[in-house]
């Protein structure tokens, strides 16, 4: 059983392993490639910082709670992005005629697009969000019980399987729009910005879009106000941070009906 699991893997190691060894072979691209992504994720932070320090309190959170909430939020997002985020790149392997390679390959097709191109760049701005997320944790008073604990972890692991998610819907949809990015990352990265505002200060359709549609609220402002011990508005009390995991798995299968549907829909690059 251990050595047919290690079999099956040893694709994916030996792709991901030769592509950050390519990364590596030039410094001084690899070194500018890795500031630029630091830079974006300094200046994401830099927006929230400046809109929360010129105001008391947005949404019913000051500046130390913002920063448990752009913590959470875009670390659930790097995270994500760094292990998914290139399948924003299918149109361009359709166009090319790149998709239909994986298709003569043993392996799933999405996990084969999950390993095609992973960017240590990412790296950096993984460690900005983290970074603001562990200054957010010092700087709140927040009672560390047992549940807040599971909480915290579960939450981590929900936003980025819910972020993850959204790549692979918009993956699926690109079958059919084929130049369609701009459209699918309205869904993916504007889902990252809209999890960095407290949700509480959106119109009630936007509630339900990014608390129940797209379920990025459950990446931070509910567990942000659960573990603060705010009470939340009525769309979106505190308790439901608890359902992070139920709003993934809606995601997911969400993720995998769109891949399923638009690689049926495929019919070969046509070169």
């Known amino acids: 059983m251990g050595e047919t699991h290690s079999s099956r893997i040893a694709p994916y190691r030996a792709v ?3 592509r950050m060894r390519a990364q590596r072979a030039y410094p001084l691209s690899f070194a500018t490639d890795v500031l630029s992504a630091l830079l974006i994720g300094l200046m994401e932070f830099a927006e ?25 939020s875009n670390t659930c997002f790097a995270v994500a992005d760094m292990i998914v985020g290139h399948a924003d790149t299918l149109p361009t392997y359709i166009r090319m005629g790149t998709l239909d390679a994986f298709y003569l390959r043993p392996q799933p097709l999405l ?3 999950m390993t095609s191109d992973i960017q240590l760049r ?6 900005v969000a983290a970074t603001v997320l562990a200054f957010g944790l010092a700087r709140n008073d927040i009672d560390w ?15 980025i399987a819910i972020f ?24 993916t990265y504007g889902g990252s910005y809209a999890s960095m505002q407290p949700t509480s200060v959106f119109p009630t359709p936007m509630k339900l879009v990014f608390g129940f549609l797209i379920p ?6 509910l567990p942000a106000i659960a ?20 709003a993934a798995a809606w995601v997911w299968a969400a993720a995998l009906f769109l891949w399923r549907l638009g690689t049926r829909h495929y019919q070969g690059g046509g070169g």
């Open 122 to 127: 990412r790296v950096a701005r993984i460690a």
């Open 145 to 159: 019980s047992a549940a807040h604990l599971v909480l915290f972890v579960v939450t981590l692991m929900s936003g």
């Open 227 to 246: 573990l603060l011990g705010l009470s939340g508005p009525a769309l979106l009390p505190g308790w439901l941070a608890w359902a992070a995991p139920v």
């Open 48 to 72: 929230m910082w400046v809109i929360f320090h010129n105001v008391r309190q947005l949404g019913g959170l000051d500046l130390n709670a913002m920063l448990l909430l752009f913590g959470m």
């Open 16 to 18: 991901l392993a030769s």
């Open 216 to 221: 990025v609220a459950f990446t931070s402002y």
């Open 164 to 187: 993850a998610g959204l790549f692979v819907c918009a993956a699926g949809v690109q079958f059919f729009l084929i130049d369609g990015a701009e459209l699918t990352n309205s869904f």
């Open 111 to 113: 996990l084969q697009l």
